[in-house]
Every structure is written in C-alpha cells, then in structure tokens.
C-alpha cells in the first residue's frame, strides 16, 4: 500500500495500475475454487510480481516469456502464488536482488528464482501442462513441493 501511495503522488497512471493489480491479487486470494485454470493463476502471478518490481524497484529483475494463450488445465487454487512468492523472498533475500524467470520449456510451466549473488543456484519450479494437481491438504502440500522437493541447478 506503502508503495501505491508513492505512485499516487508521483505517477497516476502507475498508481492505477498498481491498485487494478493489488484487486486481482486480493481477489485470487479470497477465491474459493478449489480448482481453477492455468491461466487464472498466471494473471495473478502476473499482478503479484508487477506489485513487488514496483516495490522492490531495481532489486527484482522479471522475465515473463510465457506467451498469452489458452493454457485451460486446472491446478489446484493458490499454488502458483504462493509459490512464486517463495521464489520472490528468496531471489531477493540479498541486497543485490534477484531474477524471476517464468517460461514454457517443453510441455511445462518453469518459474526460476535466483539471487544476482549466487546466480548459478537457481531454484526451478516446473508444472505439466497436462497435470492437475491437487491434494486434499492444500497449503501444507504446496509447501510441501516448494521447499522439500526443489529441482535445483548447480
């Protein structure tokens, strides 16, 4: 909100555009689908990562490369936030900040986080774009396959 207000005063049209972002976080958050599309989840991931660069200024460095299209496959609701906002954290533990990479390789959906200082120890995460996943314990399995089952690259 801190950084909203910022742009009220300096810049309007971002201001705005920030606040239409925050509303479709805070939407997908109150949501209470258990399942919903690929592309749902990516709009919010979008919407997150334009709040954080816009917070983090030149810390966060953001490559989305995904190309706009129908991606219809269910996931199960929250996943892809939550789990980018690990790779946020974690990109950005450093004070020389850190990149997010979201790509399509092959058939999946890759996010990569990593830390300019330790650029070779990015953390990947890949989703099949031909999986649903779900689970009966929601939050504790996403947890689950972020910090305990990393495909990481050295």
């Given at each position: 909100?801190?950084?909203?207000?910022?742009?009220?005063?300096?810049?309007?049209?971002?201001?705005?555009?920030?606040?239409?972002?925050?509303?479709?976080?805070?939407?997908?958050?109150?949501?209470?689908?258990?399942?919903?599309?690929?592309?749902?989840?990516?709009?919010?991931?979008?919407?997150?990562?334009?709040?954080?660069?816009?917070?983090?200024?030149?810390?966060?460095?953001?490559?989305?490369?995904?190309?706009?299209?129908?991606?219809?496959?269910?996931?199960?609701?929250?996943?892809?936030?939550?789990?980018?906002?690990?790779l946020v954290n974690a990109a950005t533990s450093q004070s020389s900040g850190g990149r997010?990479?979201?790509?399509?390789?092959?058939?999946?959906?890759?996010?990569?986080?990593?830390?300019?200082?330790?650029?070779?120890?990015?953390?990947?995460?890949?989703?099949?774009?031909?999986?649903?996943?779900?689970?009966?314990?929601?939050?504790?399995?996403?947890?689950?396959?972020?910090?305990?089952?990393?495909?990481?690259?050295?």
């Amino acid at each position: 909100m801190n950084t909203i207000r910022y742009f009220v005063r300096t810049n309007g049209k971002t201001a705005r555009d920030l606040l239409l972002d925050l509303s479709l976080v805070l939407q997908t958050a109150l949501r209470r689908d258990n399942q919903v599309s690929l592309n749902e989840e990516l709009a919010s991931v979008r919407a997150y990562l334009r709040l954080e660069q816009a917070r983090l200024s030149d810390r966060l460095e953001v490559e989305d490369s995904v190309p706009d299209r129908d991606l219809p496959q269910l996931i199960s609701s929250h996943l892809l936030p939550q789990m980018v906002q690990g790779l946020v954290n974690a990109a950005t533990s450093q004070s020389s900040g850190g990149r997010i990479k979201l790509f399509l390789s092959q058939d999946e959906l890759v996010m990569e986080g990593s830390s300019r200082a330790e650029p070779d120890q990015a953390l990947l995460l890949k989703f099949p774009k031909n999986v649903t996943v779900e689970h009966p314990d929601g939050t504790r399995y996403r947890w689950r396959l972020l910090y305990e089952n990393p495909d990481r690259r050295r």
